[in-house]
């Protein structure tokens, strides 16, 4: 059966004639022209943006439609405004925590549960383990090895009670991280990354939940075995080893992390 467009082609009607197509504003356009110029480095983090006198004049708008641009690139993080006679706009760095953002709101009207963020996590972790196997540097085993030895400490400090829950996770999520912006794949670390504020504050509540149970600390001795033997993979270039280590590895975590009530939660019950 002939598409759309080939219809539309046989006909010789141009495309999208009879549909509605709104025409974007000024202040659209205004901010798609600097979010191109940022993305392509052409200006760069700190770079200033001319006066708004300045910038009225050059495309010709009112006060209020640039500050509307000025606005959308705000919100999208590309840019700081400061207002008053020193103010002026300035291009800022791109942040993961705006994607983050959106993402997780997303997740949480969609009445994602927990569980289902673990297995996301699940399958890109153990795919960036191995990639990070093969491209890894002495610069990636080093940083992870620190990783470990602050791990080992705060197991230490804990003697014969668990570790301190808030130390402990932002320490294990780091050590993820890790895992994900070493792998090389930029894409993947963006895909891990978007989930982080949910990843890290599930963990804290789930360890504070969970602090009195039996051979907690044990658990904790066996996590930092768990990531020395995958520095160990990754050391020799092992990308199939590290892989299968991981996965089994966030398997045994994720049995112990969603127990109870904890993985039919919703995303949202972590914010509320």
Wanted: aromatic share 6%; with cysteine; hydrophobic share 40%.
């Amino acid at each position: 059966m002939p598409s759309l467009a080939d219809r539309e082609a046989a006909s010789g009607v141009p495309p999208y004639v009879g549909h509605l197509v709104r025409a974007p504003k000024t202040a659209e356009l205004i901010a798609t022209l600097y979010r191109r110029q940022i993305v392509r480095g052409e200006l760069r983090p700190g770079d200033t943006l001319p006066s708004e006198q300045q910038l009225m004049t050059q495309f010709g708008v009112s006060r209020p439609t640039l500050r509307e641009a000025f606005r959308i690139l705000e919100a999208e993080n590309l840019i700081s405004v400061k207002r008053g006679s020193r103010g002026g706009a300035r291009v800022t760095q791109p942040s993961l925590s705006v994607a983050a953002r959106y993402v997780g709101l997303l997740l949480q009207v969609q009445g994602t549960t927990i569980a289902d963020v673990y297995e996301a996590r699940m399958v890109l972790e153990p795919a960036c383990a191995r990639l990070l196997a093969g491209r890894r540097t002495e610069a990636d085993l080093a940083d992870l090895g620190a990783c470990i030895e602050e791990l080992r400490g705060v197991v230490a400090a804990g003697q014969d009670r668990d570790p301190e829950p808030a130390r402990w996770s932002s320490l294990a999520f780091r050590f993820h991280e890790l895992i994900m912006e070493r792998s090389g794949s930029k894409t993947l670390a963006v895909q891990g990354g978007v989930l982080q504020d949910i990843v890290a504050t599930h963990l804290t509540l789930a360890l504070t939940r969970h602090s009195a149970a039996d051979e907690t600390l044990g658990d904790f001795r066996r996590s930092v075995r768990s990531y020395e033997k995958l520095v160990e993979f990754v050391d020799k270039r092992d990308g199939a080893g590290a892989e299968e280590h991981w996965r089994a590895h966030m398997e045994a975590a994720g049995r112990r992390l969603l127990r109870e009530d904890l993985q039919h939660r919703s995303v949202v019950d972590l914010f509320a």
